[in-house]
Nanobody, 125 residues
Framework: HVQLVESGGGPVQAGGSLRLSCAAS??????????MGWYRQAPGKPREGVAR????????LYADSVKGRFTIGQYIANNTMYLIMNSLKPEDTAVYYC?????????????????WGRGTQVTVS
C-alpha cells in the first residue's frame, strides 16, 4: 500500500510556470508504484491523464495537450515525483492528482492506476 501527497499548486498567470511535487511513502520499494503519474480534473469534466513515468526505466508518456510544455520526473532516492508545467494556459486549470500503479508501462487511462493522492489545485488566469 502506497500513500501519495501532492504539493505545489496555486494560482498562476497564463504563460507562467508551476512545479508540482508528489511524495510517496509506504510500499514504495515494491510493486505498488512501478509507475507513477499525474492526472487532472476540471469542474464538470472527467479525470484525464497528464503524464506518467515508469519508476525503473524512466520512460515517460504525455497527453498531447501538454507535450512540449510539461515535464515529468522523479527523485528515486527520496521517493518523489514532480511535474514542471510551463507556458500554462487557462484550460490547464484543474485539480492535479498524483497516482501510482503496479503496472510497469500503463496507458494514461485513470483505471490503470490504483493509488491516488488528494490533489492540489492549479488555477491559471
Amino acid at each position: 500500500h502506497v500513500q501519495l501527497v501532492e504539493s505545489g499548486g496555486g494560482p498562476v498567470q497564463a504563460g507562467g510556470s508551476l512545479r508540482l511535487s508528489c511524495a510517496a511513502s509506504g510500499d514504495t520499494a515494491n510493486t505498488a508504484s512501478r509507475c507513477m503519474g499525474w492526472y487532472r480534473q476540471a469542474p464538470g469534466k472527467p479525470r484525464e491523464g497528464v503524464a506518467r513515468i515508469a519508476t525503473r526505466s524512466g520512460t515517460t508518456l504525455y497527453a498531447d495537450s501538454v507535450k512540449g510544455r510539461f515535464t515529468i520526473g522523479q527523485y528515486i532516492a527520496n521517493n518523489t515525483m514532480y511535474l514542471i508545467m510551463n507556458s500554462l494556459k487557462p484550460e490547464d486549470t484543474a485539480v492535479y492528482y498524483c497516482a501510482a500503479t503496479s503496472k510497469s508501462e500503463p496507458s494514461l487511462l485513470p483505471s490503470q492506476f490504483q493509488a491516488w493522492g488528494r490533489g492540489t489545485q492549479v488555477t491559471v488566469s
